[in-house]
């Protein structure tokens, strides 16, 4: 069993082992997009196997489209030279249960693969050709925050930007460069309509696709490297919409145990492939059943109706409570908070974090207490089920290999929006109290304890990779576990950062916050097994 066109569909072993074999026609499907594209995506990686090109099938093999997908890679070029082309576009999704079943499918939907390239002719030009097309309706990205960001850490414009805006759309390095140059051409070719959708996992992340392309479109006819009415084509929503989404799915790295299920069945050649880049790529995706998409429905060219397949369009505003309900309460907090406390007490996978007592304590008081009060119900999906769903099924399932460690990267990066709105919309209320909060603060008192790099046994850890992580830990880097410090001492040291709105969303010392954080900390460092009794005594 080879994951190739040619096995799946004269191999009988795939059905009789259990795998979802797709009944639409591959060789036609491939055909008439490649004629007439409709929808192509930018990121080639785990979520876009598992949730975009998985809704794509459905609509495939539920007769209610006959194209697929055009998958464009712009970051790591290997993705594609040495998974998605090797094994024909195709890929398997292994579904884990939280009762423990397995579902295993082969993912066809894929027509065609392209590396976004400017370097290269053929690539490059065959992206232009996409592009000029009036059947293409719609481009979506799972690029990751980061790909939309121009800038530095420090602010300053990413070098292959700065080149970019002064060189023009001919030949563009940066990746939103490069996205920019194939707007352009679409205008060029008589200001086609296209929707333009991020489905990062990211707040108003239409805007930050928009300010991106914007940017670009704006330098470019300034210094005379594009027509002037580009600007105006990208301004106007009519023609170039930028709708926001809220999307979630755990897909976590491809595991070994799934590896060993697919192995175990016969497939041949599961061998990752580790990039230059240091992209780890496994023919399979391995995901959790749940899954959320809501997009706001703003398609100037129409769209496929994806809709039938359990995508929620609707309007920007109620977008925009499903991913505060999502980021600030019902999901990511609980998240971040078992990362921190995971990473202290030695936990390796977030399912397992859900059989100990206080942390299930811990992110039941975060979400259903102290979190729920402050949501806005988006209509389309009910906080109530959405937490509870979290909470009893999806953290919870043994099955899903997610760990802490992963969950716990770039944690500076996402403190404000996960506890600080929370934090802000008690401080607006006029009947809520900021005082009562409790845990929120706790999962603060967490991380600096977190950012000391060792566990509640003592022993040394490496923090996750995070943007701020040496700037935080400067405030850390003198205190010590079990050195008896007095609370002025420790305030003196670690307030600077609890002040730091940039970091927290909101001046902890000023929301009234930073007295029990600190008073939490100087429990977490009393020595090995603070952390467990802290735990114990507070949740």
């Given at each position: 069993?080879?994951?190739?066109?040619?096995?799946?569909?004269t191999?009988?072993?795939w059905?009789?082992?259990?795998?979802?074999?797709?009944?639409?026609?591959?060789?036609?499907?491939?055909?008439?997009?490649?004629e007439?594209?409709?929808?192509?995506?930018?990121?080639a990686?785990?979520?876009?196997?598992?949730?975009?090109?998985?809704?794509?099938q459905?609509?495939?093999?539920?007769?209610?489209?006959?194209?697929?997908?055009?998958?464009?890679?712009?970051?790591?070029?290997?993705?594609?030279?040495?998974?998605?082309?090797?094994?024909?576009?195709?890929?398997?999704?292994?579904?884990?249960k939280?009762?423990?079943?397995?579902?295993?499918?082969?993912?066809?939907?894929?027509?065609?693969?392209?590396?976004?390239?400017s370097?290269?002719?053929?690539?490059?030009?065959r992206?232009?050709?996409?592009?000029?097309?009036?059947?293409?309706?719609?481009?979506?990205?799972?690029?990751?925050?980061?790909?939309?960001?121009l800038?530095?850490?420090a602010?300053?414009?990413?070098?292959?930007?700065?080149?970019?805006?002064?060189?023009?759309p001919?030949?563009?390095?940066?990746?939103?460069?490069?996205v920019?140059?194939?707007?352009?051409?679409r205008?060029?070719?008589?200001?086609?309509?296209?929707?333009?959708?991020?489905t990062?996992?990211?707040?108003?992340?239409?805007?930050k696709?928009?300010?991106?392309?914007?940017?670009?479109?704006?330098e470019?006819?300034?210094?005379?490297?594009?027509?002037?009415?580009?600007?105006?084509?990208?301004?106007?929503?009519?023609?170039?919409?930028?709708p926001?989404?809220?999307?979630?799915?755990?897909?976590?790295?491809?595991?070994?145990?799934?590896?060993?299920?697919?192995?175990?069945?016969?497939?041949?050649?599961?061998?990752?492939?580790?990039?230059?880049?240091?992209?780890?790529?496994?023919?399979?995706?391995?995901?959790?059943e749940?899954?959320?998409?809501?997009?706001?429905?703003?398609?100037?060219?129409?769209?496929p109706?994806?809709?039938?397949?359990?995508?929620?369009?609707?309007?920007?505003?109620?977008v925009?409570?499903?991913?505060?309900?999502?980021?600030?309460?019902?999901?990511?907090?609980?998240?971040?908070?078992?990362?921190?406390?995971?990473?202290?007490?030695?936990?390796?996978?977030?399912?397992?974090?859900m059989?100990?007592?206080?942390?299930?304590?811990?992110?039941?008081?975060?979400?259903?207490?102290?979190?729920?009060?402050?949501?806005?119900?988006?209509?389309?999906?009910k906080?109530?089920?959405?937490?509870?769903?979290?909470?009893?099924?999806?953290?919870?399932?043994?099955?899903?290999?997610?760990t802490?460690?992963?969950?716990?990267?770039?944690?500076?990066?996402?403190?404000?929006?996960?506890f600080?709105?929370?934090?802000?919309?008690?401080?607006?209320?006029?009947?809520?109290?900021?005082?009562?909060?409790?845990?929120?603060?706790?999962?603060?008192?967490?991380w600096?304890?977190?950012?000391?790099g060792?566990?509640?046994?003592?022993?040394?850890?490496?923090?996750s990779?995070?943007?701020?992580?040496?700037?935080?830990?400067?405030?850390?880097?003198?205190?010590?576990?079990?050195?008896?410090?007095?609370?002025?001492?420790?305030?003196?040291k670690?307030?600077?950062?609890?002040?730091?709105?940039?970091?927290?969303?909101?001046?902890?010392?000023?929301?009234?916050?930073?007295?029990?954080?600190?008073?939490?900390?100087?429990?977490?460092?009393?020595?090995t097994?603070?952390?467990?009794?802290?735990?114990?005594k507070?949740?």
């Amino acid at each position: 069993m080879k994951l190739n066109a040619n096995s799946v569909a004269t191999d009988s072993t795939w059905k009789e082992k259990g795998y979802y074999i797709p009944t639409f026609n591959q060789e036609d499907m491939i055909k008439k997009t490649v004629e007439a594209p409709e929808w192509v995506h930018f990121g080639a990686g785990n979520i876009f196997r598992a949730f975009q090109a998985n809704l794509a099938q459905r609509m495939l093999d539920g007769g209610l489209n006959d194209k697929g997908l055009t998958v464009v890679e712009g970051f790591d070029y290997e993705i594609i030279e040495k998974m998605y082309r090797p094994h024909d576009n195709l890929s398997l999704l292994v579904t884990l249960k939280a009762d423990g079943s397995v579902e295993k499918s082969v993912i066809a939907s894929i027509a065609e693969s392209c590396i976004l390239d400017s370097n290269d002719d053929k690539e490059f030009n065959r992206l232009k050709e996409i592009f000029r097309c009036d059947s293409l309706q719609l481009a979506t990205f799972t690029i990751t925050e980061k790909g939309y960001s121009l800038v530095n850490p420090a602010g300053e414009l990413l070098a292959a930007v700065k080149d970019d805006f002064v060189n023009g759309p001919s030949k563009p390095q940066s990746y939103i460069g490069k996205v920019a140059a194939l707007l352009y051409e679409r205008f060029l070719a008589g200001e086609k309509k296209i929707a333009m959708v991020s489905t990062d996992n990211c707040s108003h992340n239409g805007d930050k696709l928009f300010d991106a392309v914007h940017a670009f479109a704006k330098e470019w006819t300034a210094n005379g490297k594009a027509e002037a009415g580009f600007v105006a084509y990208i301004e106007d929503d009519s023609k170039v919409s930028f709708p926001w989404s809220m999307i979630d799915k755990i897909t976590p790295r491809p595991d070994d145990s799934v590896n060993e299920i697919l192995k175990n069945d016969g497939v041949e050649e599961l061998e990752p492939v580790v990039t230059s880049k240091k992209t780890w790529v496994a023919p399979f995706v391995n995901a959790e059943e749940s899954e959320y998409l809501v997009i706001e429905d703003k398609f100037p060219n129409g769209r496929p109706a994806l809709e039938k397949v359990g995508v929620i369009f609707t309007e920007k505003e109620t977008v925009d409570k499903v991913e505060r309900m999502k980021v600030c309460t019902c999901l990511n907090p609980l998240h971040t908070a078992l990362a921190v406390y995971g990473c202290l007490l030695g936990y390796d996978k977030i399912s397992e974090e859900m059989k100990d007592e206080e942390l299930v304590k811990l992110v039941k008081t975060i979400g259903y207490v102290e979190g729920l009060p402050v949501v806005t119900d988006p209509g389309v999906i009910k906080p109530q089920e959405f937490i509870d769903t979290v909470v009893n099924v999806r953290i919870p399932n043994k099955f899903m290999p997610d760990t802490p460690q992963r969950i716990a990267t770039d944690t500076s990066q996402k403190l404000a929006i996960r506890f600080g709105e929370t934090i802000k919309a008690y401080m607006a209320s006029d009947k809520l109290n900021v005082a009562d909060l409790k845990c929120i603060p706790l999962v603060h008192a967490g991380w600096l304890r977190y950012l000391m790099g060792v566990d509640d046994n003592g022993n040394n850890f490496e923090p996750s990779p995070d943007p701020l992580l040496e700037k935080a830990q400067a405030y850390v880097k003198d205190i010590e576990l079990g050195g008896n410090y007095d609370k002025e001492t420790l305030k003196s040291k670690v307030l600077p950062l609890l002040k730091d709105a940039t970091i927290f969303g909101t001046d902890l010392e000023a929301a009234g916050l930073s007295d029990i954080i600190i008073g939490y900390f100087e429990e977490l460092i009393a020595g090995t097994g603070a952390v467990r009794e802290t735990l114990k005594k507070h949740v």
